[in-house]
């Protein structure tokens, strides 16, 4: 340990509630900056999950024939606006309605497949897009009706789906910059004013350093370095209550949302994902105590002389 780290943990020894002081309001900026960056991850996961998931589902007419069926299949594929293009005979969906009543035979015993319609499913590339494509889809001769298996309204209201969702999405990340801004900027100004108050009681030795031909940055270094040691521990402080928030709910959020990825369902990507969140915030965190830090020093020393 160098002298200036051993002259700034005794600083801190020496006045702990000022230290707590400080400790506290940066765990709770960083806190919340790690709540707001897995908000914003998720709304963001949600809505390309939305954008990009639902299918749409072309009920084929009766006469259909093989050949009009892959003539339409083609067309499908050369559109770019479309993917994952899959028929459906009748006895494959049959065979899906049977698996999707499998809690109740009997409703699988009386239907036969002539009931079930031949169909084409696919996806498209973006949400928005679905209006339009599923217009184009019911001009088609062969095409009997055109479903839409997105639990998220009809085909009338996908427009204003997807402008509530990232209405939603630009809600979470505005206001939570706005708010995180805030608290940074608490943070800031508290550091500021215990630097500031450390030397004050420090004035007499920093005057006998100077007498003694002690250069401003040996004189400084503990004092920057008592803010970096508050930004470190206030950081792990916010971001470990964040990441165990977070690790308790999950498995709660990942069985409510089902197949929307809010959450990395992976164990790896999950503590990936929050370590990455993690040095972002030590570099802010750092950046924010050497520069508070540094300016309350040099208007102290200024006002010093």
Not at 59 to 72: G, I, M, N, R
Not at 249 to 255: C, E
Not at 263 to 284: N, T
Request: no cysteine; glycine share 6%; hydrophobic share 50%.
């Amino acid at each position: 340990m160098s002298i200036h780290t051993k002259t700034a943990v005794e600083a801190i020894k020496r006045s702990p509630f000022q230290a707590v002081s400080a400790i506290f309001v940066l765990g709770l900026t960083f806190f919340v900056a790690t709540t707001v960056a897995i908000l914003v991850y998720a709304s963001n996961m949600s809505l390309s999950y939305f954008e990009t998931r639902p299918q749409i589902i072309a009920f084929l007419k009766e006469e259909t024939t093989p050949d009009q069926v892959s003539a339409f299949q083609n067309k499908l594929t050369g559109d770019s606006r479309v993917k994952d293009i899959t028929y459906v005979p009748k006895e494959e969906a049959l065979e899906i309605y049977k698996k999707a009543t499998e809690d109740n035979p009997l409703l699988a015993e009386l239907v036969s497949p002539s009931i079930f319609p031949a169909s084409l499913e696919f996806s498209v590339t973006d949400l928005s897009l679905a209006e339009t494509v599923i217009d184009e889809v019911k001009s088609e001769a062969i095409v009997e009706q055109v479903g839409f298996t997105a639990n998220i309204g009809g085909e009338k209201s996908l427009g204003d789906v997807v402008g509530r969702l990232k209405t939603i999405s630009s809600y979470v990340r505005i206001g939570g910059i706005v708010f995180v801004a805030a608290l940074g900027i608490t943070s800031f100004l508290v550091l500021l004013v215990i630097v500031s108050m450390r030397m004050t009681a420090r004035k007499g030795e920093i005057e006998i350093l100077s007498l003694i031909g002690a250069t401003p940055a040996f004189v400084r270094s503990p004092i920057v370095m008592e803010g970096m040691i508050y930004a470190l521990i206030g950081v792990f402080a916010g971001w470990t209550t964040s990441f165990i928030l977070w690790l308790y709910v999950s498995p709660s959020l990942l069985k409510y949302f089902g197949e929307i990825p809010v959450l990395p369902k992976d164990p790896m990507s999950f503590f990936l994902l929050f370590a990455m969140i993690l040095g972002v915030e030590l570099v802010i965190g750092l950046f924010i105590a050497f520069t508070g830090s540094l300016i309350a020093v040099k208007r102290s020393l200024k006002r010093a002389k």
